[in-house]
């Protein structure tokens, strides 16, 4: 896909940017392997081993004629309205499947003072991070590792050991936020999304992230940061 192409897919897309926040960053941090474009509604898809397909749009008949160029390796599909997902998955059976809210952080707010200091991941943290985390199953030492070299991130050490942190996901979300347990009650978890939202600022972008829809308490804490919720989305992979 040209860079010419991508700038006119996120011209088009900005028309509604909160809403297509997830797809935006997408493109913008990946190379693509498939673009389509059926008159308002678009499918893309990144080059990676899973190879990520997002959508947007809100015409079933267009999103109907874009899941007909789906081959039947395509497995993995990002940022989903509800709608999408029952008509996707019709005929098909998911694998695995995961709900969330979407939070973004106004332009206009102000950004929270930090009370710790942060300091970016680097790349001999990744093994560890991904044994703590509860995301096994999708994050791996590849994944991690690019985002922590190509993209912002924030820790908290003690020991030279991460025991807080965060960064963000090839759709520029933030994300991955996770502090050890008896670091926990600390003010930790804000620290880093604090430190998140700033650099996220600093580059240009509006701080987003998602949720699982069982967090109660991170959804709480985000809202409390000044985050404020705009749409469900769902991440799946099919069978």
């Not at 093994?127 to 994944?143: A, D, G, M, R």
Request: proline letters at 3%.
């Amino acid at each position: 896909m040209m860079e010419t192409e991508k700038h006119e897919v996120i011209r088009l897309l900005k028309k509604d940017e909160i809403y297509n926040l997830s797809i935006i960053g997408f493109i913008q941090e990946n190379n693509l392997e498939k673009f389509i474009r059926v008159d308002n509604s678009v499918l893309v898809q990144g080059c990676k081993e899973e190879k990520w397909i997002y959508f947007s749009g809100n015409d079933k008949k267009e999103f109907n004629e874009l899941i007909k160029k789906l081959g039947p390796g395509d497995k993995y599909f990002g940022a989903m309205d509800d709608w999408m997902i029952h008509l996707l998955t019709k005929d098909k059976q998911i694998d695995w499947l995961i709900n969330a809210y979407q939070f973004h952080f106004p332009p206009e707010k102000e950004i929270p003072k930090n009370k710790f200091e942060t300091k970016q991941l680097t790349v001999r943290d990744t093994e560890f991070l991904i044994s703590q985390s509860n995301y096994k199953k999708i994050l791996t030492v590849e994944y991690l590792n690019e985002r922590i070299e190509k993209s912002i991130s924030a820790g908290i050490y003690s020991n030279e050991k991460p025991v807080a942190w965060g960064l963000t996901h090839d759709d520029g979300s933030l994300g991955t936020l996770h502090v050890l347990e008896k670091y926990r009650r600390k003010t930790y978890a804000k620290e880093i999304t604090i430190s998140l939202i700033r650099q996220c600022r600093e580059i240009g972008k509006i701080p987003f992230l998602q949720c699982e829809t069982k967090n109660i308490p991170a959804q709480k804490l985000v809202e409390k940061i000044g985050f404020e919720r705009d749409r469900s989305v769902s991440w799946l992979k099919l069978e």
